[in-house]
């Protein structure tokens, strides 16, 4: 707080970048879920029409895509939460938590 009363935008700025990184977050981890699914699917439809190793490449390459997505984007999420905790002390969630809910999911 600032000295007249008025909250410090500082700290607004902060908690909204904290936000927008969960929201990012759990935006690339739907979306890497849908395209990773999407892999099984190619499976299911292409499965009698297709060659069987053209069918499995291309649910493969779905597959590795979803995950990779999430990878490199809970690595990210990861270095912008443990900057804001070490630089602006705040208090979030951590995440190694973030990191165990995606492995179980």
Request: aromatic share 10%; net charge positive.
């Amino acid at each position: 707080m600032t000295t007249d009363n008025k909250p410090d935008s500082n700290l607004y700025a902060i908690e909204r970048t904290h936000l927008a990184a969960s929201r990012t977050f759990y935006s690339v981890l739907r979306t890497g879920l849908a395209i990773a699914g999407a892999g099984t699917v190619v499976v299911a439809f292409l499965g009698e029409s297709w060659p069987e190793w053209l069918s499995l490449a291309l649910a493969g390459i779905f597959i590795a895509v979803g995950y990779t997505m999430i990878i490199i984007t809970l690595n990210n999420y990861q270095k912008i939460v443990t900057r804001l905790k070490i630089e602006q002390n705040l208090n979030v969630m951590s995440p190694r938590v973030m990191i165990f809910l995606t492995v179980i999911l």
